[in-house]
Structures are given as C-alpha cells and as structure tokens.
C-alpha cells in the first residue's frame, strides 16, 4: 500500500503565504495533484501534476514536490481560502490514493 | 455550461442495493474516463471506481469490488454505479468526477448524493 502524510491543520496570517504538505515515500516521483473543499461543497482541483493550475485557479497557488514531500503553497491567504485542502497521487500498488486532508485556518 | 449532477442516494437498509446515476452536460462525455469517489461524514476523500471511455475497463478499490458496479451509457451522457450488500461503513456523500486524462485526476466534480445505510 501507498500513504500519503498531511498535517491536520495550518494557520496562516491574513495576506501571508501558507504552505501545506504532503509526505509519501518517493513522492517526488510521481504526480501530485491537489484539491480544495469547502464546507458542505464538492472538492475543486486546484493544482494538477505538481505545479500546473487549471484555469480559473488564481497564480497565487502554486505547487512543487520533490524526494518525500509535496508542497501546496497559497500566497497572499484571503480568508476565502479557509477550506480542507487534499493532496493525491496514483500508485500501482495502491491505485488512487488522498492525504488525510488539512483544514486550512486564515487568521 | 459544464454540470455533473448526482442522484439516487437515499437512506438504504444494510445488505440493501441503490444505484446511483450522474447525468453529465457540457463535455463530450465518452471522450473521457469517468470515476465515482465518497466521503465518510467528517472523513477524508475516497476513490471508488472509474470507468473508460467505451465501458470496456473498469477498476475498483478492494473495499467495493465485488459489491459495487460502475457502468456508463454514452447515449444518455450518464454514469452509474449499481451498489448493492450495502453496509453501515458504506455511508457516505458519494461524487462522480472526470478524470482528465485518464491518469486518475479529477478537474470536475459533482455535488454529491447522501447514501446513508441505516436500520
């Protein structure tokens, strides 16, 4: 099986940048792909094979990983960006495996 | 306007069967692999099943195969999945999704269908 390691929750000072991980062993080697829930919504992807961003998906989001760690990185936090943030990645031993989730707190 | 709409869930007793459907517009449906995922109340993220274009593959997680079917009719632009032994563990919000490329990532998600499995 395949684990993918995600802190439960990040705080981050209104206008300050937030980085958000996720820990899996070699994940640098695979694509890692993220998500956004807001309560009582249906998740949104917001970055795709590490750093790439669908349209829509404001520039002050970004991503990058390497080794064993991914990083989810949201600059400039507006409190719009309170949400459960996932990170995900397919494994052949494991298929389609999620993060726990980290619950985003804008301050 | 691109729209994936859930329906079908409901309150089901255990060893009980629903069949959920997502009735898709704004794409062309049988260009693209289509996945089914749930989540637990207060829990994180899990994948279920997804389908490809003509139906002929279909991959599940371990928790749901031989229980739970996805199916697909390009005709009517609409994706489904046929659950049946359902248990209490099964209760969750479930959400069908596009996966993009077929490289098992989701960019358009639905809003979701409550199945709650009860007595």
């Known amino acids: 099986s395949y684990e993918l390691t995600q802190p439960f929750s990040v705080s981050v000072a209104l206008g300050q940048t937030a980085r958000i991980t996720c820990g899996g062993h070699?994940?640098?080697?695979?694509?890692v792909h993220w998500y956004q829930q807001k309560p009582g919504q249906a998740p949104v992807l917001v970055i795709y094979?590490?750093?790439s961003r669908p349209s829509g998906i404001p520039e002050r989001i970004s991503g990058s990983n390497s080794v064993n760690t991914a990083t989810l990185i949201i600059s400039r936090a507006q409190a719009g960006d309170e949400a459960d943030y996932y990170c995900?990645?397919?494994?052949?031993?494991?298929?389609?495996?999620f993060g726990g989730g980290t619950k985003l707190t804008v301050l | 306007e691109v729209q994936l709409v859930e329906s079908g869930g409901g309150l089901v007793q255990p060893g009980g069967s629903l069949r959920l459907s997502c009735a898709v517009s704004?794409?062309?449906?049988?260009?693209?692999?289509m996945t089914w995922l749930r989540q637990a109340p207060g829990k994180g993220l899990e994948w279920l099943a997804n389908?490809?274009?003509?139906?002929?593959?279909?991959y599940y997680v371990e928790s749901v195969r031989g229980r739970f079917t996805i199916s697909r009719d390009n005709a009517r632009n609409s994706l489904y999945l046929q659950m049946n032994g359902l248990r209490a563990g099964d209760t969750a919000v479930y959400y069908c999704?596009?996966?993009?490329?077929?490289?098992?990532?989701?960019?358009?998600w639905g809003q979701g269908t409550l199945v709650t499995v009860s007595s």
């Open positions: 389908i490809k274009q003509d139906g002929s593959d279909k």
């Open positions: 704004g794409f062309t449906f049988s260009n693209y692999w």
């Open positions: 999704a596009r996966d993009r490329d077929g490289d098992f990532w989701f960019d358009l």
């Open positions: 070699n994940i640098g080697s695979k694509n």
């Open positions: 995900q990645v397919w494994d052949i031993s494991a298929d389609v495996v």
């Open positions: 094979k590490d750093s």
